[in-house]
T-cell receptor
Framework: NAGVTQTPKFQVLKTGQSMTLQCAQDMNHEYMSWYRQDPGMGLRLIHYSVGAGITDQGEVPNGYNVSRSTTEDFPLRLLSAAPSQTSVYFC???????????FGQGTRLTVV | SQQGEEDPQALSIQEGENATMNCSYKTSINNLQWYRQNSGRGLVHLILIRSNEREKHSGRLRVTLDTSKKSSSLLITASRAADTASYFCATAPNSGGSNYKLTFGKGTLLTVNP
């Protein structure tokens, strides 16, 4: 089982560029989420999805879009990258209440 | 806003010693989870404790939860160098909560010296 796969692992963008961070899971999980991790801040929720076609905003959604057309995939789009979006991004998936979340290995994004 | 706050921020111990980390949170929760993160890697789930549980064990890990004080502790017994990592608590909200809306603390960096 591959689990949760994120691509790319590293990315450098120029301010104003757009890009998509990919996330795929092969565990048939209903729930998927995107977090960002900044030094000294822990992880903060960007967007989440409770199933195909259903997404909602988390704590820090500005500047990001998501969609969930399939159960497996949950891409995160940066519309116009800003230096404040320099961070490590983690995708997670899981089943229902009182179960663990499975995390990908992260994408380290630098915006210059 | 950060729901959980871990204490201490950093902890350095010798191999074989026990390590205790604490977590406080602010709002009503459905469950509390602990995760480990090795440097530059993803998070790995360690243990989940439900709001109606007070203590849970898994191998060398012992977690307690006090909902009246809104706090939890993670005890790692007989620590090993391989336990060196950052440890995070995460809470799932009580209102429609699940593991897709976790709120994380800032973490405790544990260093276990050989």
């Amino acid at each position: 089982n591959a689990g949760v796969t994120q691509t790319p692992k590293f990315q450098v963008l120029k301010t104003g560029q757009s890009m998509t961070l990919q996330c795929a899971q092969d565990m048939n999980h209903e729930y998927m989420s995107w977090y960002r991790q900044d030094p000294g801040m822990g992880l903060r929720l960007i967007h989440y999805s409770v199933g195909a076609g259903i997404t909602d905003q988390g704590e820090v959604p500005n500047g990001y879009n998501v969609s969930r057309s399939t159960t497996e995939d949950f891409p995160l789009r940066l519309l116009s990258a800003a230096p404040s979006q320099t961070s490590v991004y983690f995708c997670a998936s899981g089943r229902g209440l009182n179960t663990e979340a499975f995390f990908g290995q992260g994408t380290r994004l630098t915006v210059v | 806003s950060q729901q959980g706050e871990e204490d201490p921020q950093a902890l350095s111990i010798q191999e074989g010693e026990n390590a205790t980390m604490n977590c406080s949170y602010k709002t009503s929760i459905n469950n509390l989870q602990w995760y480990r993160q090795n440097s530059g890697r993803g998070l790995v789930h360690l243990i989940l404790i439900r709001s109606n549980e007070r203590e849970k064990h898994s191998g060398r890990l012992r977690v307690t939860l006090d909902t009246s004080k809104k706090s939890s502790s993670l005890l790692i017994t007989a620590s090993r160098a391989a336990d060196t990592a950052s440890y995070f608590c995460a809470t799932a909200p009580n209102s429609g909560g699940s593991n897709y809306k976790l709120t994380f603390g800032k973490g405790t960096l544990l260093t276990v010296n050989p």
